[in-house]
């Protein structure tokens, strides 16, 4: 129902039910926020309304509203910008601010802080409130993300974010009045609790409180050894995201550009993750068929390239640990092969090796330190920065970044098909896998858009005739679509013959390290931009088919023989226990 009220003056209509906040935003006024947080690709909504800076001056109410949870209603008078809506807001920030650490200089959020951004916005240019510090200024470093509780302003976001997105809550506020934090059990770290590292938290945090646990000084040391030969490996959606970083267009492709700053950087070998996205798929394909056409293997086939996917299923799905492939993520897969392989045909020492990957991902950290992800003591993969980190080395090191010209891949492991590209999209896998199944199958290439499997809405179902098999598919974004999944299919009340499951939201392209973006700045809009490019990538590559890459064919023909070997479990794959 439509009703009429007033905005600073001026008439303007608006639905039932909307806020002041809403409204004001739909006519280009902005209010400001900070607790507040709306996102239209999960539905994430967290108005608290506990900052208090989005106070409003409404005519007939002696007390300010707040704009974020205050619903219109007909007639009304809102006054957005008046002295006594500003001076309430300053001040609400400057006690924010009283009991915030003042390292502004040397904070790793610097220049991205949504407080700072207030405090500039709001024109606080003195600190008129000081007292004593509320909670402790010791991080607590966990191996893919670190929790400072001095900056946290108890927004509540990362709450909500764990709560609603993924229905795990392992984050709460503890103790009471000017004691309470917000952590883990015990104020333990993400490694001691059942957190699956999806880094949804660190994404939503407007201050430094969560940050992914930075890496880049190791990758620098490691650069700067003569006696290390440093590799590095991009994953599929870094190339759609990385430019943001440097003020370019939402989605941009910097393929080559990451390539060229890369080299600058002074790494040995540059791969594409891409090659190992292709490996993953004549893996799993090849797995997925036996276990549906022979009966190998229990079903449905779960796919196993999200390491905060695969975590969750140990800590709270075990009974499905046989379903999941035994499949290791292109990024274990393509480390792997680079210190075997590639160390065997370059008379490399694989100890002299370090690989370095590149993700959108930080739970891709804690899948790097898994102990069983490696051959002999020595793991598969070293080191994992997400792309905010990398961006901090390019700038770091002085490079250019846009004014750098496109340079290519290396050879050996660095082709990759269209099918890889879309690893960065939610139900990219699951096409994938489709598109190289029906290959094997019927020995030539049919129609590989596969719209049906593409899963943007939260849970996509399908059903598909492969090779004269109907067989029924689902994809799930986001671990809160995961679980009303694996609860139907666990209660018997559907069936599936696979299923792709990414603990993020979207997919890849909404990993806890890609680029960040202003609150106002829909993230149904930076998806929907990433997607497309994504999409674009692969429609534009000449092939789309893992079995096509011809590195991978000859890769099975010199060293692996056949996807399933005795050689190919030996290195690409793995297993998951219970936690």
Not at 223 to 236: F, Q, R
Not at 341 to 362: H, L, R
Request: hydrophobic share 35%.
């Amino acid at each position: 129902m439509s009703i009429n009220l007033f905005l600073n003056g001026l008439p303007v209509s608006a639905e039932a039910g909307q806020t002041v906040l809403q409204v004001a935003k739909e006519n280009n006024i902005k209010i400001p926020t900070l607790c507040y947080l709306f996102d239209k690709t999960t539905g994430l909504t967290h108005n608290p309304a506990a900052c208090r800076v989005c106070m409003v001056e409404i005519k007939g109410r002696r007390n300010l509203a707040p704009a974020c949870v205050t619903e219109v209603s007909e007639g009304m008078e809102i006054l957005t910008n008046t002295q006594k809506a500003r001076l309430a807001r300053k001040t609400n920030l400057e006690l924010l601010l009283s009991d915030h650490p003042k390292d502004c200089f040397v904070c790793e959020k610097s220049g991205k802080c949504e407080l700072q951004k207030l405090s500039e916005d709001l024109g606080v240019d003195r600190l008129r409130y000081e007292g004593a510090m509320s909670k402790s200024n010791v991080p607590v470093v966990g191996t893919a993300y670190t929790r400072d509780d001095a900056k946290c302003v108890l927004c509540g976001r990362c709450v909500d974010a764990c709560k609603q997105y993924q229905e795990i809550a392992v984050i709460s506020a503890t103790k009471r009045g000017f004691a309470t934090t917000i952590s883990g059990e015990f104020g333990l770290s993400s490694n001691e609790i059942a957190c699956i590292n999806c880094g949804q938290c660190v994404k939503v945090c407007p201050t430094g409180a969560l940050l992914a646990t930075n890496q880049t000084e190791a990758v620098f040391e490691a650069l700067n050894d003569p006696e290390k030969y440093v590799v590095v490996h991009t994953a599929p959606s870094t190339r759609v995201s990385l430019g943001e970083e440097f003020g370019l267009p939402i989605g941009t492709n910097v393929q080559g550009k990451m390539v060229h700053a890369l080299r600058l950087l002074g790494f040995k070998k540059i791969f594409d993750t891409n090659f190992g996205a292709d490996l993953t798929i004549m893996e799993e394909s090849n797995e997925f068929l036996d276990r549906v056409l022979k009966g190998t293997g229990k079903l449905p086939l779960m796919t196993s390239c999200c390491p905060g996917w695969v975590k969750y299923v140990e800590h709270y799905y075990p009974e499905f640990l046989d379903n999941l492939s035994s499949c290791k993520s292109p990024q274990g897969m393509q480390a792997a092969l680079i210190k075997s392989y590639f160390a065997e045909k370059e008379g490399i020492d694989p100890k002299k090796i370090i690989t370095v990957s590149i993700m959108p991902c930080i739970a891709k950290k804690f899948e790097s330190a898994r102990a069983e992800l490696g051959k002999d003591g020595i793991p598969d993969n070293d080191i994992s920065i997400s792309v905010k980190e990398l961006a901090v080395m390019i700038r770091k090191a002085g490079i250019q970044f846009n004014s750098l010209n496109d340079q290519t891949y290396d050879s050996l492991l660095g082709e990759g098909t269209g099918a890889a590209d879309i690893f960065g999209n939610t139900g990219g896998v699951m096409e994938a896998v489709v598109r190289n199944a029906a290959f094997l199958i019927d020995k030539q290439e049919t129609d590989v858009d596969i719209i049906t499997l593409r899963g943007e809405a939260g849970i996509t179902r399908s059903t598909l005739n492969i090779g004269g098999h109907q067989l029924k598919l689902a994809v799930a974004s986001g671990l809160a679509n995961a679980k009303l999944l694996l609860d139907a299919v666990k209660a018997g009340t559907e069936s599936y013959d696979a299923i792709e499951i990414m603990a993020c939201p979207g997919g890849c392209i909404n990993g806890g390290g890609q680029p960040e973006h202003p609150v106002d700045v829909e993230y149904s809009d930076i998806l929907k931009t990433r997607h497309a490019t994504i999409r674009g990538i692969d429609k534009k590559k000449v092939h789309r088919i893992s079995a096509q890459n011809s590195e991978i064919q000859a890769l099975y023909k010199d060293y692996l023989k056949k996807p399933g070997s005795h050689k190919a479990h030996e290195l690409l794959h793995t297993h998951f226990t219970k936690r």
